[in-house]
């Protein structure tokens, strides 16, 4: 083949990559400029009105509420998960290791609108929990915990394995060589893992829909025994079931932007986290 | 200090067994809520019965096929653009970028993968169908094609990083080998690079496939969920995921309805685990890199 053909089909490879990429950013940073502008501290802070106006409050503090109960339940376990099958792989029977391995792998293909099914029936109906958002945070909870788990373990093993023998070649138990060595160096890791996982259900919108997510609720407050507003649903709920969506577009930018203000700077600090952690191991 | 570090480790057991609950939790009511259905709608009926209609007062019908069809016209569309565009870009990132570039390329792909679905779906619905009526005068604003694009575009990182990932673990030995034989560098990409990748290539695909059949604001906020059998992409669809979000927040609970939503749940759950079963088997390690 003569050169000027390769050099066509490179030149070929590479702008559609660039195309590709590039639309896909154009998008993000076209919401970004429509929806940035809509932000001020009054339509932050102050309560929708009946879906036609107002601010978008409520359904802030709904998705920081979601995220503060997905954490206290699924950070805890997926780390614990990620340390036994990183830690305790020595004595542990592999069938079973290799078992939740594949589960897990199996756990974070199924789609999230199955999560929601899986906890309206068992969170809202079997457990009488309601349609709330600790139905919801508990759904999101199972939801990110594959994610949360594979993140934690990459963190572990990358650990040097000098840095256990030394500890238990000075008489360390394994529980102490883990708390006082491996945890600490694997620290920003782990802190990455989280970050992930929250991120994640951050976004999360049809599990709500099942488990909670209300249309509209007046007043300024929620109770967490009860339904709830998040920033996902609103998006939602504004663009497909308010009376007028045309005109409330302005609205729906802004929760955007929210919304991709908080997913973007939680991947960001992960992402930056991780190569800071990465050059400083080498 | 013996007793308490058997005490930690039963517990650490303990939180890494629950994956293994919360998935046969999952299996368990999917099927418990599923056969009330099936009592009433034998399974045949159900898979492959034409009509889906079954919030109808007086005959309700709870056939699947017009929901598998949408999502498999979908994802078939989306399929076929995203692949060849993830490959290229991947061929890109692995074989051709040089120095930061392929660096900050990748992080945008991270961070577009980071995107929820209920923004790409807003971009379907407001930005992307009058895009696509302005251009093709489509009858109707949502359509297949609007959900094909959308859900390309969601994909694209995902097939993009792990094909990526694929092509970057093949040894620098095989590139040298042939590069010294006289091969140029594109004989080499097409005759050796990709068919050694190819596993890696599939299982990208695969994973593709599996988070597009699985996505559910994205498609309902672009498809305009009609439940009918098409090959007409210009046609509204609606997909499995679409239906069971739509109607679940509309139904009864304990109707048979609100069961059909749970049986087209099971159908859902079933056809990602065989993906991801598959995915498995040729290879894919999960997440973790």
């Not at chain 1, 998008?27 to 929806?35: A, F, K």
Request: glycine share 8%; hydrophobic share 55%; charged share 10%.
């Amino acid at each position: 083949m003569r050169l000027w053909k390769e050099q066509i089909i490179f030149a070929l490879i590479s702008l559609t990559a660039y195309l590709a990429i590039g639309l896909a950013l154009l998008l993000l940073i076209y919401l970004l400029v429509r929806g940035l502008p809509v932000l001020s501290l009054r339509f932050l802070l102050s309560p929708p009105l009946g879906m036609r106006g107002g601010g978008i409050s409520t359904a802030i503090m709904g998705t920081i509420l979601l995220l503060f109960f997905t954490a206290l339940v699924s950070l805890p376990l997926g780390v614990a998960s990620a340390i036994y099958l990183s830690e305790y792989t020595e004595g542990a029977d592999p069938r079973l290791l290799r078992l939740i391995r594949v589960t897990i792998n199996n756990l974070a293909g199924v789609p999230s609108i199955v999560y929601g099914l899986l906890g309206l029936s068992l969170f809202v109906l079997t457990l009488h929990l309601g349609l709330s958002i600790i139905s919801a945070s508990l759904t999101l909870s199972i939801l990110t915990l594959p994610t949360v788990i594979a993140a934690s373990e990459e963190a572990l093993r990358a650990v040097p394995r000098e840095f256990r023998e030394a500890s238990l070649a000075l008489g360390a138990t394994r529980w102490q060589t883990i708390r006082n060595i491996v945890l600490p160096s694997a620290y920003p890791g782990i802190l990455t893992a989280c970050i992930l996982g929250l991120s994640r259900a951050a976004g999360e919108t049809a599990p709500l829909l099942m488990t909670g997510a209300a249309y509209y609720i007046a007043g300024k407050t929620l109770n967490i025994l009860g339904p709830f507003m998040a920033l996902s649903t609103h998006i939602y709920y504004m663009s497909t079931q308010s009376p007028n969506p045309t005109l409330t577009r302005s609205i729906q930018y802004g929760s955007i932007a929210v919304l991709l203000l908080i997913v973007l700077s939680l991947n960001l600090a992960a992402t930056v986290m991780r190569l800071r952690y990465r050059r400083s191991r080498r | 200090m013996r007793r308490g570090e058997k005490l930690i480790e039963a517990l650490l057991l303990a939180s890494a067994s629950a994956s293994i609950i919360f998935f046969l939790s999952i299996i368990v009511f999917l099927i418990k809520e599923s056969l009330p259905l099936f009592a009433a709608v034998s399974p045949m009926r159900f898979l492959f019965g034409t009509v889906w209609n079954p919030a109808s007062a007086i005959n309700p019908r709870y056939g699947v096929l017009p929901l598998l069809s949408g999502s498999l016209l979908v994802v078939g569309i989306a399929l076929v653009i995203a692949i060849p565009i993830s490959l290229a870009s991947a061929i890109y990132l692995s074989e051709i970028a040089e120095g930061h570039v392929g660096t900050i390329l990748r992080g945008i792909l991270e961070l577009l993968a980071g995107v929820p679905s209920v923004v790409y779906g807003f971009i379907a619905l407001v930005i992307l169908s009058g895009l696509l009526h302005s251009l093709l005068h489509t009858t109707y604003r949502l359509n297949a094609l609007n959900g094909a694009l959308i859900l390309s575009i969601m994909i694209l990182p995902t097939i993009t990083s792990i094909a990526s990932d694929a092509i970057s673990s093949i040894p620098k030995e095989f590139r040298e080998a042939s590069l010294a034989l006289g091969a140029t560098r594109w004989q080499t990409i097409r005759n050796i690079v990709l068919p050694s990748a190819k596993r890696g290539i599939i299982v990208a695909s695969m994973l593709g496939v599996g988070r597009a059949i699985g996505e559910t604001m994205a498609v309902l906020m672009a498809t305009g969920n009609s439940p009918i059998i098409t090959l007409n992409p210009l046609r509204s669809v609606e997909t499995m995921t679409a239906a069971i979000a739509i109607e679940m927040g509309e139904v009864v609970y304990g109707s048979l309805h609100y069961h059909a939503l749970f049986a087209v749940g099971l159908l859902l759950f079933i056809i990602s685990l065989l993906i991801n079963l598959s995915a498995i088997h040729l290879g894919y390690r999960g997440e973790t890199r």
